[in-house]
């Protein structure tokens, strides 16, 4: 509240309360009600304006004295008797008590508050630093990879090109690790969602028709029609770095999944797999970091999934049983919440939105 504002509203309490009192000259019988007023009116002022501690011991000691006095002249009237004089300590009392409460529950909210600036800054230093990481590392490595084929190409002997050529590999994936982490940093940036209709069912076929040819895999499909409102492409993303996940954790011939149904609330996205599977130590504990077992991976293909679906209201599970592979559920809502549709999760700047293809070529 302004300050100009918290002063009128000051003052008409105080004309109020001096007029209440007035009013027992006028109409002695209604003694009760406006000694009641005056508390009741000076517990609600106080809660909308929280006054300092000096202000709250000065008017609480003047209402306690001018409730006195008046209670004290009625009652040596005849009007009421001695022991209803207690209540003016009484009255004091249930006011400090809630006093008291209150500036409990304010400390308790600017502690939250604390926390809450705290953790939403720490955020904001790590996807900054995940971003420039990404940034720096890329044109080192490009380089490195320029000057190491340059080499490659001017060696005798097969052997020493062999020798260079693994030394590209690596870079290659450091160039693809780096890649990932700009995904990433995308999938948390406030920038805006181009919300739509999504047919789920048909967002699974297309992506097993992409994913059939270079795979070889034994592709379950159950996709009927599904429609959630969402951004696609973010969508397709998600989806693609799933059944990324599931074919580098199979062999061939081994059993992919892919499955959507309508629920209550929204819908829900199955890749499931009869691959290696999880460590169950790491599958999904509530730190919403999953990490695979077995062959090697940074991991953060998961960490975009669970970013995008989470921009989106929703949330990403993992189930795995070994020997028996690993189910990756994304739950999504029918409508998005209105926060959550103007933007995505909130990240130091804005940059242009994800695409499925980004995915692909950070891979």
């Known amino acids: 509240m302004p300050a100009e504002r918290r002063r009128l509203v000051f003052v008409g309490w ?17 003694e009760t009600v406006a000694f009641h007023l005056v508390w009741i009116s000076m517990s609600i002022v106080y809660g ?30 005849g009007y009421a008797h001695w022991d209803e004089l207690a209540e003016v300590p009484l009255m004091a009392l249930v006011f400090l008590t809630m006093v008291w409460h209150v500036r409990r529950r304010a400390a308790a909210l600017a502690e939250t ?22 940034h720096e590392m890329r044109t080192p490595i490009t380089v490195a990879r320029c000057y190491a084929e340059m080499v490659r190409d001017e060696l005798p002997t097969p ?30 940036e406030s920038t ?44 397709e993303a998600a989806l693609d770095a799933l059944v990324e996940n599931a074919v580098k954790f199979t062999v061939d011939g081994d059993a ?8 209550r609330n929204g819908a829900v996205v199955d890749v499931e797999d009869a691959g290696i599977g999880f460590a169950r130590s ?29 921009g989106h209201g929703g949330g990403l599970t993992v189930v795995s049983e070994r020997p028996s592979g690993s189910l990756l559920r994304m739950v999504l809502p029918l409508h998005p919440p209105a926060a959550e549709r103007r933007s995505a999760p909130a990240g130091p700047s804005g940059q242009p939105r994800l695409r499925a293809a980004q995915l692909e070529e950070s891979a």
């Open 256 to 263: 992919i999944a892919l499955r959507c149904s309508a629920t």
């Open 48 to 77: 909308v304006q929280s006054w300092s501690a000096r202000r709250t011991s000065l008017v609480l000691t003047v209402v306690t004295l001018v409730t006195g006095a008046a209670l004290s002249e009625f009652i040596a009237e």
């Open 192 to 235: 805006e969602f181009e919300w739509g209709p999504v047919d789920l069912g048909s967002l699974l076929q297309r992506t097993v028709q992409r994913w059939r040819p270079a795979s070889d895999r034994d592709w379950l499909l159950d996709a009927p029609s599904v429609l959630v409102e969402g951004d696609e492409s973010r969508l």
């Open 14 to 30: 105080v004309l109020f309360a001096a007029c209440s009192q007035l009013l027992l000259f006028v109409v002695p019988h209604l």
């Open 113 to 134: 508050q604390s926390l809450v600036q705290r953790e939403r800054r720490a955020q904001e230093v790590k996807e900054l630093f995940v971003r420039n990481c990404s």
């Open 282 to 310: 790491q599958a999904d504990d509530g730190s919403g970091q999953p990490q695979s077992s077995g062959r090697p991976g940074t991991g953060l293909g998961l960490a975009i999934v669970r970013a995008i679906v989470e």
């Open 159 to 188: 052997e020493s090109k062999d020798d260079l050529d693994v030394v590209v590999d690596e870079l290659d994936k450091l160039g693809g690790l780096a890649g990932r982490l700009l995904v990433l940093a995308d999938a948390y």
